[in-house]
């Protein structure tokens, strides 16, 4: 095997592949990055069991500029590996693998020569088979994870709700993440989508939090395809595999209130920094609460934060609209903040029923396809 | 006490005095941040027992446009206080102090109610009773402190060591400091010094990173005092007090070789990225050790680097001149990288003896004011 490439290039699709890699993996050849050279391509491979991300270098990539010698293939310890490659003096690298699974990194008067692992020990990426594939815009799949796996759990307790449940049906995709405090629902329309396709998974928050930041990149759709245990998503030069969580989901879409009693009207980014501020003081207490008091008659909607021994925080803030029922309501900042923040510099409309009840948060614009739901805390007083 | 004040121009005051304040610190009051209102000025305090600043932000001062209406004072909680001024929504702040130490913070519609401490509690800056002085440039002295502090010693078995020695006499500025692996010298002369001035100090490595810090955003002169136990900085609006290390510094003079055997120059940044990369596989070693090997009729200088499990490295390096007798050498790969970053971009020369003899390096520019020392490393090849 042999072959010379440009860095700065090389540089870019090791990055994607790294991003499947993981150092804490008990097996030692999934530390590796596998290379598979052939006349016409490169194939990286990164894996933790979990995520497998292949990237392809053709030779028709100007950026890449590569230049095959000699096919064949080898896996490389993939940090160190990646670090050399970063830190080469030339813009261009040759690697050149023996029998031992040595390989030779020359770049300028620099040489590396570094102890592989045979590729025949690699394992095989999973089988995706099956025809039926989704096309979802780039941008458009990357809102859907960011606007609901932020409500992913984190424990471990209940593994599948540390995963975003997806279904597909009548030619709507529908995304909705829950840790029984707060809950994330997004829906989008699939624009080419055959109506009687019909999926039901749950894919790990953590495949998709390394999805998104792989798609900030690209600019293509994105191709999915659904198997028994896995799900693959293709784009530019990249596949990347994720196994699936196995169970069922519970039934979310009965926690979602239909009727409220007091309605509050706002911009998302303007309460944010308010929250962010009264949770100042709330961070310091044990409880982390911040109390919500909407005066529907004076129209005033005000915040409070609190820590004992620190002091006390109070805000009048900001909104267009104040409706309905007066009401005091106290919740976790910090998943206010992050349901706030999945709404970008939307106006959002809050729908209150009881102090008690969750609420709902939803983007004025859209009211249907997009809603944040939180669950109120009990105060002492 | 009650003023307004532009919230800009604050936090760049507060973040000057928080450099002091650590919240590792045993006594309560020092993870306080001290407010002194008079009719002038808003003196700020912070110290750690080690260092102590101090800085003032007058009326007259346009971009803090400082509001006087109540004199007094009062100690804040550092962090907390500093998180909510930068939080504050609006361009300026009103805080209004209580007779129970209880300071009202006001921007728009923000109101914070925040307990402080009793100011009398707050200990008093050291005394530096001397009217002698010296005045060096900002970024002469930041020079001075970066192209040392590296070299002072992490463990505190030999506390003095862990200091940077100052040594003021006949006109000139003596900086050392070494951890007994590597040292580094530098000398400035003092431009209006009076050359019967004779001090010799040991500074805390730790105040004078911090002093470095602060002197970024600082054009002006320093002026130093020196007392019994304490160094003062004065600059800008701020007064920067240290401790000094009590005891008796090493005789270092006699370190420094003056003979050569072996003398190599070349560029300071090209041969860091050389060692950059052989120290990519030292790392991996339990030595992480580099090995240096130069033949003179052959003029070649070629950078070895070694790791049993995953590989090796060998580069030839770049030089403008090899003279006197072949040598092999062998180095702490990090050691040389903290005394090359110290020559930023300049050519320099490295003076050999023998392979278990300390090496210098000086740059080509001004050999005599300026010099780093390498010990090496013995090995077993």
Redesign the interface.
């Known amino acids: 095997m042999k072959f010379t490439v440009r860095r700065s290039a090389f540089i870019n699709y090791l990055s994607d592949v790294q991003r499947a890699i993981s150092s804490k993996v008990a097996i030692d050849i999934l530390k590796g990055i596998k290379l598979n050279l052939t006349m016409d391509a490169l194939i990286l491979t990164g894996s933790d069991a979990d995520i497998s991300v292949e990237t392809i270098i053709s030779i028709g990539d100007d950026h890449a500029a590569l230049e095959v010698e000699q096919v064949g293939s080898i896996v490389l310890?993939a940090n160190?590996f990646i670090?050399?490659v970063k830190?080469?003096?030339e813009d261009t690298l040759t690697i050149e693998v023996n029998e031992r699974f040595?390989a030779t990194i020359t770049s300028g008067?620099?040489?590396?020569?570094?102890?592989g692992l045979d590729p025949n020990e690699y394992p095989r990426l999973p089988e995706v088979d099956t025809t039926e594939q989704l096309l979802v815009a780039s941008d458009v799949l990357k809102q859907v994870i960011n606007q609901t796996v932020m409500a992913v759990s984190k424990q471990e307790m209940r593994p599948m709700l540390t995963g975003v449940h997806l279904v597909i049906e009548n030619g709507e995709l529908r995304a909705v993440a829950t840790d029984s405090h707060r809950l994330s629902q997004r829906r989008i329309q699939l624009a080419n989508a055959d109506t009687t396709m019909r999926y039901d998974i749950i894919v790990p928050g953590r495949s998709l939090k390394e999805l998104a930041t792989m798609l900030d990149a690209n600019k293509d759709d994105v191709v999915i395809q659904i198997a028994e245990s896995q799900v693959l998503f293709m784009f530019g030069h990249s596949s990347f595999y994720s196994r699936l969580l196995e169970g069922m989901y519970p039934d979310t879409q009965r926690l979602i209130p239909t009727t409220s009693e007091t309605q509050l009207e706002l911009d998302a980014p303007s309460l944010m920094?308010?929250i962010?501020?009264a949770s100042?003081?709330s961070h310091?207490g044990h409880s982390n609460v911040v109390r919500l008091k909407m005066e529907v008659d004076a129209q005033t909607a005000t915040l409070f934060g609190n820590s004992p021994?620190?002091?006390?925080?109070?805000?009048?803030?900001?909104f267009q609209n104040l409706t309905g029922n007066d009401l005091e309501i106290a919740f976790n900042p910090d998943y206010m903040k992050d349901a706030l923040r999945s709404f970008g510099q939307s106006t959002i409309k809050i729908s209150f029923t009881q102090p008690l009840r969750p609420f709902i948060l939803v983007p004025t614009e859209n009211e249907n396809d997009f809603v944040q739901l939180v669950t109120p805390v009990r105060t002492a007083d």
């Open positions: 310890p160190f670090n050399i830190k080469l003096p040595q008067s620099s040489e590396f020569v570094i102890n920094q308010s962010d501020r100042l003081l310091q021994e620190i002091g006390n925080v109070e805000e009048e803030i900001a």
